[in-house]
């Protein structure tokens, strides 16, 4: 398919965390605005530490970013630079995850994080119709506890979120140390989305839709490990949230070509493709689709179906996910 059919298509993007679409030059233009010190020289400096070599210098990384967002002003600004891509790649609707604990941990509220996003959000919707979700996670390295506190601190502002997740360094942090505050999330009427089986193994996954009640399994590409599992996720059309750049990036696949992207599709799983951190792993969606298609050789009715798969994964009201459908369906006329 090519860049210019794509971006006339109607997609929603499901795995986004608007953290990791901190570009160099605003991460620099913010940390002179607020003053806060960076170990960098120059622009040169920035992107070259954006070519970490593992998990956790990606990490270190994305947590030292978070330090320039220090108002609702930076978190608007964010958010729309973010926005403008989505406008710019036909993206309709898009579900963006923020870490709370990223930043109550550095003594900035969630009310100023919350205010800045939503913002961008009602203004991306009132100028050229663009709907969202938005999606608080937890961080799984730190404690239960830790999450239940962030939670009560999240409750004013609930009517916001459509959902809550669960993401950060995989392995070690198994879905069950989370199962307390994750059936308060459900009792309160929201979604669960869980980050399982990239780092982690498919018994994670498992975890996730057992315990957690997870909705929408993000990543999930080690479901191919356990057969049983795979069975599960397509008899239930279980959507996973792939992100084929991330999954280089981060060694979960040496390369596209070797990416399980096809697999996954063969077997029968709602798989989605989205970009993750896209500043820190080198595109947006519609790149990210692209050069996967290329790689996995997907023909365009493939590509179109992981389209489709996006809207009908998404948290819309189904009028909407039929109204996208219905326009999706119609360009190929």
Known sequence: MDPVTLKLLPKAELHLHIEGTLEPELMLQLAAKNQVALPYADIDEVKAAYQFGSLQDFLDLYYQGMS??????????????????????????????????GHTSRGIGVDIAIDGITRALAQAHSEWGLTACL???FLRHLSEEDALETWEELQPHLSHFTAVGLDSSELGHPPEKFERVFAKVREAGLKVVAHAGEEGPASYIWGALDLLKADRIDHGVRCLEDAELVERLKAEQIPL?????????????????????????DA????????????????????????????????DSEVRLLLANSIKASFLPDSEKQRHLAALSSSTD
């Not at 036909?90 to 995850?97: K, L, N, P, R």
């Not at 951190?277 to 692209?290: K, S």
């Open 68 to 101: 320039v967002l220090q108002t609702a002003g930076d978190f608007y600004d964010l958010t729309w630079a973010y926005l403008e891509r989505c406008r710019e790649e036909g993206v309709v609707h898009s579900e963006i995850f923020f870490d709370p604990q």
């Open 268 to 299: 029968g799983l709602c798989v989605t493709l989205n970009s993750d951190d896209p500043a820190y792993f080198g595109g947006y969606l519609n790149q990210n689709v692209l050069e996967t298609a290329a790689a996995q050789g997907l023909s």
């Open 241 to 265: 949230t792939v992100c084929p750049f991330s999954n280089v990036k981060l060694c979960v696949f040496e390369n596209l070509q070797s990416s399980n992207v096809k697999s996954l599709m």
């Open 135 to 137: 999606i608080p996670c």
